[in-house]
C-alpha cells in the first residue's frame, strides 16, 4: 500500500463446529476482537448453508458482541462471485467468516472466482479469515470432502479436493470426537505425510496466527498428528477398505490455552495449566 | 517340573472382537495351531457371556478346526473357581480362550480365586491365554471397564479396574474402529503414562509372544499409543468432563503381519508390504 513494510497476514481460525453461540461465546469473541483491533468490519459467507437465516443469525451475534459491521454476503451461485459489492465489501473487510453446511457448496461455488482469490490475497494482507465445520474443512489446500467414521486409518475412508488454500500445511477435519474422525484423517496424511493433521472438536477452534503458532481456543481439545517422523506408509499398496500401516506418527491432544507451533512441530500445554499441574503434589501417583 | 530350564510364557492373545467364526478365521486358526504344537487341549471360558450357547459354539469352531480337545469350563459363580475338575482342566491345557460379553463378570467371577491364579501361573508356564472382547480386556492388570465415546481424552472418559493381570505393560481396548474409543484410551494412558495404549479392531487379534512382539493377525488394524516421551499430561488436574492436555505421544498403525516389540517400543510393517511398498514406483507421487 505504498509502504515498504511487509504485510502480516490475517489469522487463519478453523473452528470444530457448533461453537457457543450464547453464553461464553469464547471463539466469536475473540474473533469479534481480532476484527476490532482494525475497523471492526466483519463479512460473512453463508455459502456452505442451506438455511436462509444462518447470515443473518451470525451478523446478530457479532454485532451484539460489538462489532462495528457485520455484512453478510449471499454469495448462492459462481456468477454471484464476481458481483462488484461482494468484492468491495471483502476488500474492506477485517475478518471474514464462513459458516457450517457443505463444504462442497464451497468449494463448487467459491472454487476458482474472485472471491476465492480475493479472500487468498486479503488474508496474505492481514484479513482474518474463520469458518466454522464445513467453513473451517474449506480453509486450506487439501479439503477433506467426505469419509468414513471410525479410529483406524481404511484405503478409501477419505476423499480429498482442492480447497480455499489459505495452507497447505495443515488438513483440518472437524466435529472430531463427536463424529470419530481420526481414521479419516489419518489416512489423508497417509497419502502424502507433508501436512499436518488437525482434528477439531465441536465448540473449539485453532487461531493461527501470522507466525504460525496455533492455540486452541474453547472447550474441547484439539488433535494434532504430525508425521514428520513417519517411517513407513503401505498407502501405495493397499487395497479397498484394508486398513493402513502408518508407523511412527506423532501425536498432541491439546486443551485451551495450548499451542502448536507448525513451523517448529512444538507443542506447548496452556502455562496456567502446566504451572498448576508442576506445582501440585498429586502430579503423578 | 523338575529340569533346570526356565519356563517360556505361553502366548497373551487379546482379539478385538467379532473376530471370523467361518470362511478364513485366521485368527482362531492360529491360536489353534499354537495349542496344536502342544497337546491340542484348548478350555473355554464363556463365563462373560450371558448367552447359553457361547462356550459350545467355540468348541465347534475349535473342534472344526482339529483341535484334539474342546472343553468348556461352565463357570458362573465364584464357587466353581475352586472346582477341582475346572482347576485340573486348566493344569492340562495347551490354551485358554476367554469369550466376550460383560468384563466384569469375569472380574467379578474369578478375581482373587484359583482359577485366576491358576491362569496366571499356567501362562507362565506356557499355556497361551487368548481373549475376545470383554475376554481381551480383562487380560491385563489394568481393565478399562467401561467409558465413554470420543476420539480426544476427557478427564472422566474411562472407568479402569484391576484385571486378571498376565501383564500391566499394557492397556488394550477392543471393537476400536466400530466404537469410536481412541479417547478413552488416551485418558487411561493419561492417568500414568507407563503403559502402552493396544487398540485392537474388531476381527483383528494381537498374538504377544514370549519374546514381548506383539504381531497382528485379521483384518483390521490396531493402534498403538506409545507414551514414553510423553513431555506433559494435564491429568492431575482437569475437572470432570474437561479434555485432557497430553503432549508428544507416539502413534503407529498396524495392519496383519505388522510388529511392535513392548519391550523396545519399536514397530515393524509386515515384511511383504514394505517390500511392496519400496519396490514400487508410485510409492511417493
Known sequence: MGTTAEPVRGYIIPVGGAEEKIGDVAILRRFAALCDSGAGRVAIIPTASALEDTGARYAEIFTGLGTREAIVLPIESRSDCARPEVLDTLDRADGVFL??????????????????????????????????????????????????????????????????????????????????????????????????????????????????????VGGGAITVVDPSDLQFSSMARVRKNDPVCLINLKLHLLDRGSTFHLHTRVAAAALVIAERVSGSHHAYP
Open 99 to 216: 459458516t457450517g453446511g457443505n463444504q462442497l457448496r464451497l468449494s463448487t461455488m467459491l472454487g476458482g472466482t474472485e472471491v476465492a482469490k480475493t479472500l487468498r490475497r486479503r488474508n496474505r494482507e492481514g484479513m482474518h479469515v474463520a469458518g466454522t465445520s464445513a467453513g473451517a474443512a474449506f480453509l486450506c489446500e487439501h479439503m477433506i470432502a467426505f469419509g468414513k467414521e471410525g479410529a483406524s486409518p481404511r484405503a478409501r475412508a477419505v476423499t480429498l479436493a482442492p480447497g480455499l488454500g489459505l495452507t497447505n500445511r495443515i488438513i483440518i477435519d472437524q466435529h472430531f470426537r463427536q463424529r470419530d474422525r481420526l481414521g479419516r484423517l489419518l489416512t489423508a496424511l497417509a497419502y502424502n505425510p507433508f501436512a499436518i493433521g488437525i482434528g477439531l472438536d465441536e465448540n473449539t477452534a485453532a487461531f493461527i496466527g501470522p507466525d504460525e503458532t496455533l492455540e486452541v
